[in-house]
């Protein structure tokens, strides 16, 4: 009987420590750092001056989750339903990317996107960028970027939950005489909306805290919030400013997140 | 100043890296027993070349741990501030430090004075290098290199010759300008170019040249705020004019013999790198002979003759002729009368006034 009562408490204990020690001590340093004089001329600082950054980096963030969602979605489902003996090979190509840091890749895409590249040079061939217009440094760029960093993490999720989507409910729709456009829109849709929403938490999460996809591909006027955090933490040295925006970065995401699983907990009840 | 590096977010990666690599060097070097003669350096990465360490230990005996780990003044500052605060060691020897932060790092005490029995090179510091506001009397630190803040272009993108600050601000080059990342670089500049003297800039100096960056960032004329990453930029033609290190056009001109850097009309700034034995050596003796080393003019011009910045040792240009003559004439290398005379110092600022500018020039830049 007690060992039974103690055996959870064990388990989970490496896990509570190791969060405790390297979430929960942070987080609390991070919130004394941001106690300015007085206590909340940080925060003052943070909702008055840098909206426009706060706006920038959610709308960034979610244009590329929305680029991401309609590139994956489709992917995601020939490899749950039509992908057969080439599942897995698809599935390696997806992971692949990873296998080489992000940073690594994202300066790949400076060079791609060099304004004397062959990208630039046969966009400008079609008039879809300007004879002296750019890529680098620009919002598009950021977008791009974002997105293709993201984009796994919006496939896997989205593949998981439609790969266990039970056949045998299509084809029941299908006997029903559900045409499949029909049958994809009334029972596979609504089935894959739990990966949909965590695909797309997945991506815009770290997607509207990231900072290297702005700092790398952007320019001056594309700085997204957490560009902000390094260079006022480390450049500019105002601790509790940069303290402050984390905190205000970290609260609106909590805010979306739950907003997030209380839809999906309604849709699951539904 | 960022001089070499590539940018804060390689650091991150390859700095770790670089720090690993170095071992034992790194932060944890004890001195054996033996009593081994050993001094650890720390500079900027591709700031010497390859013949002065390997000379001055078959000169002297002693071994150098020579560890390019500096690439931001900012960071390295982070890193060894705590340490010295609390008397523990760096494991460090001679560090060198960017004017404003050497100013810091004597300010707090971290430093140990220079000892001139142990240095009697001294006698050949240039004028320039006797005096220094942030170290009255050079008392704690001498000057690695100098190196001058100014214009680098491509003619082939400018159609035409760049004179003054102001053509940072020609629409015609609109999207095709950089500034550095560097608040006193790129404020300095842009205050020389009002008419303003950074030598004795004012809180309202410092608004009015971040507000006419930040102008001209907000049109889009800037392209970028950059390290030293505006130079491939530069080289490749995506920029017409930027905010430059006179050292980095020197290096490029190896592969881009076009590249131009000049001192705008307006006046350029000046910045030096400075050799200083952080309060937590206990190599002082070690420490002082490296340095003495490097201010014989033969040496000086043998480490000008790669790292292409202006050396502070009286006599180094004509041992740099008989080595690099090519070099040796550069005017990044030998700035003539005129260029000197318009040469500025940013002046040393308190804390406060460091915090208080920062955030405005943070703000100019989009951060």
Redesign the interface.
């Known amino acids: 009987m007690r060992r039974t009562a103690l055996a959870p408490a064990l388990l989970v204990l490496p896990g509570v420590a190791w969060l405790a020690a390297f979430f929960v001590l942070p987080l609390l340093t991070l919130a004394r750092t941001s106690f300015g004089a007085p206590w909340w001329d940080g925060y003052a600082r943070a909702v008055t001056g840098y909206g426009t950054v706060f706006a920038r980096s959610f709308g960034f963030a979610a244009l590329a989750t929305l680029a991401a969602l309609v590139l994956a979605y489709p992917l995601a489902y020939v490899l749950a339903f039509r992908a057969g003996r080439w599942r897995a090979l698809l599935l390696g190509l997806v992971i692949l990317p990873f296998f080489t840091t992000f940073l690594v890749r994202t300066f790949a895409w400076k060079t791609i996107l060099n304004d004397g590249g062959l990208v630039v040079h046969l966009l400008q061939a079609v008039r879809l960028v300007p004879a002296d217009g750019r890529l680098l440094d620009t919002a598009w760029a950021v977008v791009g970027g974002l997105t293709y960093n993201f984009l796994p993490f919006m496939i896997l999720p989205i593949y998981a939950s439609l790969e266990k989507i039970d056949r045998r409910l299509v084809e029941a729709a299908q006997d029903l005489f559900s045409s499949p456009a029909r049958a994809f829109r009334l029972v596979v849709l609504p089935l894959s909306v739990p990966g949909v929403l965590a695909g797309s938490l997945l991506t815009f999460i770290p997607a509207a805290g990231d900072f290297v996809n702005a700092e790398l591909l952007g320019g001056p006027n594309q700085r997204m919030i957490g560009s902000v955090i390094q260079a006022q933490f480390l450049q500019g040295r105002d601790y509790p400013l940069a303290a402050a925006l984390s905190f205000g970065l970290m609260a609106l995401i909590a805010v979306g997140v739950l907003a997030a699983a209380r839809l999906l907990r309604e849709e699951q009840l539904a | 100043m960022n001089r070499w590096s590539r940018r ?3 650091r991150t ?1 390859l700095g770790a890296t670089a720090g690993a690599l170095a071992g034992s060097g790194a932060l944890g070097c004890r001195s054996s027993a033996g009593g081994a003669r050993v001094v650890r350096i720390s500079n900027w990465p591709l700031y010497i070349d390859d013949r002065t360490v390997p000379d001055f230990q078959r000169a002297t005996g002693i071994t150098v741990q020579y560890h390019e780990d500096i690439n ?1 003044n ?2 390295f500052f ?1 890193k060894i501030a705590a340490p010295l605060e609390r008397g523990q060691s760096i494991d460090r020897d001679v560090i060198v430090l960017t004017d404003w932060v050497a100013g810091r790092v004597i300010r707090l005490g971290y430093a140990t004075p220079l000892d001139p029995g142990g240095f009697p090179n001294r006698a050949n510091l240039i004028t320039l290098a006797q005096d220094a506001d942030f170290d009255p009397g050079r008392r704690y630190s001498v000057p690695w290199l100098f190196g001058m803040v100014g214009l680098g272009y491509n003619p082939r993108v400018t159609g035409r010759e760049i004179t003054s600050v102001s053509d940072l601000f020609d629409p015609a080059f609109k ?1 095709r300008v950089t500034m550095v ?1 560097e608040m006193r670089d790129t404020l300095g500049l842009v205050m020389l170019g009002e008419g303003r003297d950074p030598a004795r800039c004012t809180a309202d100096d410092i608004r009015v040249a971040a507000d006419r960056v930040k102008r001209a ?2 049109s ?1 004329q ?4 950059t390290g030293n990453d505006y130079t491939e930029d530069l080289a ?3 920029i017409a004019v930027a905010i430059a290190w006179s050292g980095d056009i020197q290096g490029l001109h190896a592969d881009n013999p076009d590249l131009v850097w000049v001192a705008p009309r307006e006046g350029a700034i000046l910045f030096s790198d400075n050799m200083l034995i952080p309060k937590s050596s206990d190599r002082v003796a070690l420490a002082m002979a490296w340095i003495d080393w490097c201010y014989a003019p033969a040496h000086s011009a043998q480490i000008v003759s790669r790292a292409g910045y202006i050396s502070a040792v009286q006599g180094a240009i004509p041992e740099l002729e008989r080595i690099a003559p090519a070099l040796a004439r550069s005017p990044l290398v030998n700035p003539p009368a005129s260029v000197l005379a318009g040469l500025r110092n940013f002046r040393t600022l308190s804390d406060a006034e460091d ?1 208080s500018f ?2 405005i020039f ?2 100019a ?3």
């Not at chain 2, 800037?222 to 705020?225: H, K, L, Q, V």
């Open positions: 804060r977010f390689l990666g931001d900012n960071e982070a999207g990342t960032r907000e889009g800037i392209r970028a705020f490749n033609g995506n915090a920062s955030r943070l703000d830049i989009g951060g």
